[in-house]
């Protein structure tokens, strides 16, 4: 079974940028679109960002313009690189990817934007 693995997450001033990183334990990334999430607390898992299996990418109202999904073949790996952070960002993140057994998702890394 494929493991997803997040990490980069942290505290950063408001403007600051992050690079988020999830390791997927198996090469997928050529069958399967590949998505972030995020969940505030308090608020429902939103979707964030998807890179599909051609290279497509899409990106939600909140982040557009602000962040940008890619991914690393040869690593077996999905970022989401995020600039000019606001406070409303603060968030867990979890990568995600829809398998033929149901969804998979990692534990998910905690971003914090404060000063």
């Known amino acids: 079974q494929v493991q997803l693995v997040e990490s980069g997450g942290g505290l950063v001033q408001p403007g600051g940028s992050l690079r988020l990183s999830c390791a997927a334990s198996?090469?997928?990334?050529?069958?399967?679109?590949m998505k972030w999430y995020h969940q505030a607390p308090g608020k429902e898992r939103e979707w964030v960002a998807t890179?599909?299996?051609?290279?497509?990418?899409n990106y939600g109202d909140s982040v557009k313009g602000r962040v940008t999904i890619s991914r690393d073949g040869a690593k077996n790996t999905v970022y989401l690189q995020m600039n000019s952070l606001k406070s409303e960002d603060t968030a867990v993140y979890y990568c995600n990817f829809l398998g033929p057994r149901g969804a998979y998702w990692g534990q998910g890394t905690h971003v914090t934007v404060s000063s």
């Open positions: 890179i599909t299996s051609g290279g497509t990418t």
């Open positions: 198996g090469s997928i990334f050529s069958i399967y679109a």
